[in-house]
Nanobody, 117 residues
């Protein structure tokens, strides 16, 4: 059974930092593009950042220069370092695993990030 377990969300003031972690199942982690997505109330889920199995990264324009995605394949863990947080970053953040070549997606349960002004 594939599992993605997020942690690290919370409440932070604007300008602050948080680091999200997502531990994935060993069976799929190293062959998956790992990503972070977020969904704010009343809005659609949107891409935040992704990292391929070889650690090529991609970011949404809204977070470039502030967020950094990284992965540790030995620990089956993907991270999202979020600096310079803004109130508009408030959302539930979801970890995603997209198994390369199989078009199969897995999702975590989400972790709440709230940024106060």
């Amino acid at each position: 059974q594939v599992q993605l377990v997020e942690s690290g969300g919370g409440l932070v003031q604007a300008g602050g930092s948080l680091r999200l972690s997502c531990v994935g199942s060993r069976s799929i982690f190293s062959i998956s593009t790992m990503g972070w997505y977020r969904q704010a109330p009343g809005k659609q889920r949107e891409l935040v950042a992704t990292t391929t199995p070889r650690s090529t990264t991609n970011y949404a324009d809204s977070v470039k220069g502030r967020f950094t995605i990284s992965r540790d394949n030995a620990k089956n863990t993907v991270y999202l370092q979020m600096n310079g947080l803004k109130p508009e970053d408030t959302a539930v953040y979801y970890c995603n695993a997209n198994v390369v070549g199989l078009k199969v997606d897995y999702w975590g349960q989400g972790t709440q990030v709230t940024v106060s002004s």
